[in-house]
């Protein structure tokens, strides 16, 4: 896997880091106010805020779509003004959110591999990297067939296989899930999943707290372009107070534990997987306790 995924560079230095950016589109409109953030290799982070927060603001400044206003971004530590788009598209890869604007090929091969042709990648190099982009995102379809009829899920796979070709360390996923079915839904975050553990870094923005929930590690919560919590994702999705004070619905099973934690069940439980247990060990406890109880 390392040969997938050239790592070069200090491992210590953040992947990422932003100091004091603040930025304001034309029209005064002032989006991020004094972000300070480190990305460490291989972390699998949410940004979670309200419509409007700042969150694709502040992604875009990851891959150099957007440069501070004032402030810095350092992409494994150079400072992305330093940096073109295409010079970080290799280190930082940018999922959109409607992966309709992101196709614009009329076949899969020329979609998937664009980035790669327009780094002057040979042809035979450019179709085995795409075909390898293809597979782990489990499309199996013929390189010369049109994009364009591919099903939703399809597309947005597409647009990861697309991302995914020039071996980006970094992997930032912008409302991925938008318009996919709950199985869709999985069976897209089971591929980033995979990514997250052959190394990748995943930043994933979402408005769904159960993706969060169950795929994260670290949380951050924007509320009108600043950084108001950092945090394991567990001290995060299991906080009520601040998810709520955000416009943020907590996952069903964290409110399903809190509801019944006088019998037992913690009440920061944030996962399935975590409530199943605690549920399982409750009633083990019980049927000990009382053999007739169950
Ligand atoms: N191109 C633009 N020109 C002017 N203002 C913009 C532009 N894009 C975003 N904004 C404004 O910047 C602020 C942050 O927007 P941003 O898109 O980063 O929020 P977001 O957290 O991604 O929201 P959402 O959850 O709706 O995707 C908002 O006030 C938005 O109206
Ligand atoms: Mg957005």
Redesign the pocket.
Known sequence: MKKYLERVGDMETPIIEVRDLWFE???R?V?LRGINLKIHRGEFLGII??????????V?HFNGLLKPTKGLVLVDGIDTRKLSVAQLSRKVGYVF?NPDHQIFAPTILEEVGFGLKNSGVPESEIIERVKEALQIVDLNKPLDASPHFLSVGEKHRLAIASVLVTRPEVIIL??PTTGLDFKHCIQLMSIVKKLNERGHTIIL?T?DMYLIAEFTRRVIV?RE?RIVADGSTKSIMSNIELLEENFLYPPQVTLLARAISKYGIPPNIVTTEEFVTSYGNLLSRLSTENPNSL
């Open positions: 589109y034309p029209g409109v989006a805020g309200h419509n409007g927060s700042g969150k694709t603001t502040l875009k959110q912008d409302e923005v408005h924007l372009g």
